[in-house]
């Protein structure tokens, strides 16, 4: 099954594609970066450098650790994270939806060979 993957240049702040995304929904689900990053199989540095890249590419947060406390510290997503999320899954959803038929028409060029 071909796959097409989608990763977007946001000419001079960086590149956006879905492994940052997963770490994004990875936090949101599991409320922690160190989770997240073990869920990713990466290291909790590497998921913090990444949520940091993505503070600078948007000029805010979107990430917020919790101090540790009695039940520990953690972290959740700001509201332009949920917003981050969201335009590049709907992005994603269209450009599969769009690009579908040539994919399709490629395979079976390829399967015929």
Request: hydrophobic fraction near 40%; glycine fraction near 10%; charged fraction near 30%.
């Amino acid at each position: 099954m071909p796959s097409l993957t989608l990763r977007l240049y946001l000419d001079p702040k960086g590149r956006l594609g879905p492994g940052k995304i997963e770490l994004l929904e990875q936090i949101a689900a599991t409320g922690s970066i160190s989770a997240a990053a073990r869920a990713m199989e990466m290291s909790y540095k590497r998921a913090w450098d990444l949520v940091e890249e993505m503070k600078d590419m948007f000029g805010k947060p979107l990430v917020v650790a919790k101090t540790g406390g009695k039940h520990g510290g953690g972290a959740e997503l700001t509201e332009v994270g949920e917003q981050v999320i969201r335009q590049f899954r709907d992005m994603e959803r269209a450009v599969y939806e769009a690009a579908a038929p040539h994919i399709k028409a490629l395979q079976a060029e390829a399967d015929t060979k």
